[in-house]
């Protein structure tokens, strides 16, 4: 049994496969339609959320499965002291797999310890977000044909943006990446990040604090919305929280082919007039976070059952039948998870 905690815990070739299986079903949704029958997700969301708990709820259910769970510590006995490694022992009796977001760093892998399911990090504190890191790297490389050779910068809150901590780690490992990190002095990325990951295996890094002297270069420009409820307190963010803001202007010195992610929730970070901008992406971005969850969900559900080859993808069915990547008619043979 397999769990994910970090983007670190898929090889490079397994995350290969994963994007692929991505796409696949993005292309052919009915193929998957009925892959996990009579399987349950539990999503238990310690923290708010829309897109993450939401698009795996969509994505279980586009899988045939169902859905349970909790979206806030207090309408979880959470409220009344129940520790997360008890929870997790409960709705392990409950369900197939788990999708867990918490407040503190760490509470996935805690979860995970005491699970007898695989158990999916949605978000742990200010560290890791790696289902949004997988969001990311399927919406570049689907709309830009590649994961290496490019110059992207990182924009926002540095600091706590756990987003921006799982994407450095999952993109130093295609060969010429360069990162350009942009941000306030108080919000730059945390030393670890800099030290252990960055110099370490030699990534070439700037870090600037203004856009402008950047986003001529950039080819992915990341943004990131400054995150109140990691602040200490409110005059801080307050002081912090319009310190970038994307415009119509700002975007005119970028390429014309530059793709502008961002995780969402947006809040003033960039304008709503530059939605319209073909460049910017990040609502299909949310859409591509449905397909690459699906594909997690089957990858740790049924590991044994997904053929990727050069050829396609071949969903193996639990009494053999075959399913051809050019088939879509999945009703015979039932739950395969
Ligand atoms: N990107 C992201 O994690 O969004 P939610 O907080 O809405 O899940």
Do not use: W
């Amino acid at each position: 049994m397999r769990h994910l905690m970090s983007p670190l815990d898929l090889s490079a070739e397994e995350l290969d496969d994963l994007l692929t299986l991505a796409n696949d079903i993005e292309r052919n949704p009915s193929k998957y339609a009925h892959a996990c029958e009579g399987k349950k997700l539990a999503t238990c969301f310690y923290e708010p959320s829309t897109r993450t708990r939401l698009s795996f709820e969509a994505a279980m259910l586009n899988l045939g499965g169902s859905v349970l769970g909790f979206a806030s510590a207090d309408s979880s006995s959470a409220a009344k002291g129940e520790s997360v490694s008890d929870t997790i022992r409960v709705i392990s009796c409950y369900a197939d797999i788990c999708a867990i977001r918490h407040p503190k760093e760490g509470a996935a892998l805690v979860a995970s310890s005491k699970s007898s399911i695989p158990v999916i990090n949605a978000g742990d504190g200010g560290h890791q977000h790696p289902t949004q890191t997988l969001t990311d790297l399927l919406t570049i490389r689907s709309l830009k044909g590649r994961l290496g050779n490019l110059t992207i910068g990182l924009c926002g809150d540095l600091k706590f943006g756990r987003t921006v901590h799982s994407l450095i780690h999952a993109l130093i490992r295609y060969p010429g990446v360069k990162f350009i990190l942009i941000s306030p002095e108080e919000l730059r990325i945390p030393g670890y990040i800099r030290e252990d990951v960055l110099k370490k295996n030699n990534i070439p890094f700037e870090e600037l604090e203004r856009l402008e002297d950047a986003i001529l270069q950039l080819d992915i420009l990341y943004m990131t919305r400054v995150q109140r409820e990691r602040f200490f307190n409110e005059e801080d963010y307050v002081r912090m929280k319009d310190f970038y803001i994307l415009t119509k202007d700002k975007l005119a010195a970028a390429k014309e082919d530059m793709l502008i992610l961002h995780p969402l929730p947006r809040v003033n970070e960039i304008s709503v007039e530059v939605d319209d901008d073909p460049r910017a992406v990040y609502f299909k971005q949310a859409k591509y976070g449905v397909y690459v969850r699906m594909a997690l969900i089957l990858t740790l559900l049924m590991p044994n059952s997904i053929q990727v080859s050069p050829e396609g993808v071949t969903l193996l069915m639990p009494n053999s039948i075959q399913v051809s990547p050019t088939s879509a008619n999945t009703t015979e043979g039932g739950s395969i998870c």
